[in-house]
Structures are given as structure tokens and as C-alpha cells.
């Protein structure tokens, strides 16, 4: 029988099982965190930020990922105060300039309330978030996907850019990429990059209550696990 911890987050008191992550107790409980990197029942990255979180203790705060930061019993925390918003915002701006062909960003950029971007669009195809790493390894224990190089020269590879024979072609490294669904006005090319904004309408429902999972349709491209629950 599992044992439960009882928590605040954003004024809500929750109970979770012990070991949940304060990201999947909120989630579960309908409180919206956005999340890329997020896969429940693989290890947390914590390498797209967008899932931050305040944890206030004894009067004082500090941010923290809530993907990595586990539910404790009395814990308290802030997941939409306006430095946590402001923050998140800014993140999702940065995401979706580094990568605007990808549909999942931009609707992650929406739902963080991006209006405009003030940074350059540098039009990568990849933003680290390691899905296909983590689900490679842990999920269908091939490894045949990994981390090379470190700062700007890190990248996701094949063994010597070759595919192993281990490898058991599954695509679920395909699947859950968050770079495969291209913006509904399709592929922008290089030098004409911008924010598509066109799904703003999905968050209608969350006009006043915007910390507040409405079940929207965002969460396909980047797989909100509140979505397929």
C-alpha cells in the first residue's frame, strides 16, 4: 500500500505518493507546469527549465526544477508566482527562437504567454531535450542514442554515426521528439522564422484561472502526460 505525503503547491493542498515529483503531482491534480523535457517513468533531465518552481521554506525561496524535485511532506510550493511566470516566459521565448520548426515549442511558447520574440531565430533542429536518450535507454534498454561533445558542440548521436545492430529500429526515439510536428502553417525557412500563435484559442478556457490544465490540445506535440492520462 502506497504511502502518501501531503503538500501546498500554489495554495492547493495535494496528496501524493511518496516519491512522486512535485511536476507529476501537480500535473496530477490539473495544476499546469509546462514541460519539453518531461517523460514519467524515465529519469528527469532537467534540461529545458521550463518545469521551475519555487520552494519556499522557513521564509525563504529558492527555484527549482519540479520534474527533479521530489513531493516531501509539508512542502510548499509557488509554480505560477511572478517570478516564476516571468522566468518561465523567458525560457520559452529563448526555446522557441532556437527552435521555431518545431510545433511542440511554439505551443509551449503560447501557453507561457510569448507574444513576441526579441531574440535572434537560429533555426536549430535539435534543443537537447534528451527524450530520445532517456527512452533509447531506460525504456527499450538499447543505448544505441547518446550525449557527444559538451557546450555548444553537444549533440545527440549514433555510435561513430552509425546505427548499431542492437539497435531495434522501434522510431520511439522519432515519437517522442518534439521537433517532428512542424507549425500548422508548415516548415519557415531560413530568415523568415516567427512566432505562429495560432492555437492562442485553445487557452480560452483558462483566461482566469491560467495556472489551470484545461485539457487543451497544446500538450500533443510535446506529450503532456496530463493530456494522455
Known amino acids: 500500500m502506497s504511502e502518501y505525503v501531503s503538500l501546498t503547491i500554489d495554495g492547493a493542498k495535494i496528496r501524493a ?37 519555487e520552494l519556499v521554506k522557513d521564509g525563504r525561496s529558492k527555484v527549482t526544477t519540479s520534474c527533479t524535485l521530489e513531493a516531501e511532506e509539508g512542502m510548499v510550493v509557488l509554480a505560477h508566482s511572478e517570478k516564476i511566470v516571468k522566468a ?33 531565430f537560429r533555426h536549430n533542429n535539435c534543443v537537447l531535450c534528451g527524450k530520445c536518450v532517456r527512452v533509447c535507454k531506460e525504456i527499450w534498454q538499447s543505448e544505441s542514442l547518446g550525449f557527444v561533445g559538451r557546450g555548444h558542440n553537444r549533440h545527440v548521436a549514433l555510435p561513430y554515426n552509425t546505427r548499431p545492430e542492437y539497435c531495434k529500429h522501434c522510431n520511439y526515439c522519432i515519437d ?39 485539457m487543451c490540445e497544446l500538450g500533443a506535440g510535446f506529450g503532456c502526460s496530463r493530456r494522455h492520462t
Not at 111 to 119: D, E, L, N, Q, S
Open 176 to 214: 517522442v521528439c518534439p521537433m517532428t510536428i512542424v507549425p500548422c502553417p508548415g516548415s519557415m525557412k531560413k530568415g523568415e522564422e516567427f512566432l505562429c500563435g495560432q492555437c492562442e484559442s485553445q487557452l480560452s478556457m483558462a483566461a482566469n484561472a491560467p495556472d489551470t490544465c484545461v
Open 88 to 120: 518561465r516566459k523567458n525560457i520559452a521565448e529563448l526555446l522557441v527562437a532556437e527552435a521555431p520548426n518545431s510545433k511542440a515549442i511554439q505551443d509551449i511558447a503560447v501557453r507561457c504567454g510569448v507574444k513576441k520574440v526579441r531574440y535572434p
Open 17 to 53: 505518493p511518496r516519491g512522486t515529483t512535485v511536476l507529476d503531482a501537480a500535473l496530477d491534480y490539473g495544476i499546469c507546469i509546462p514541460a519539453l523535457c518531461h517523460l514519467r517513468d524515465v529519469t528527469a533531465l532537467s534540461g529545458c527549465r521550463l518545469c521551475i518552481v
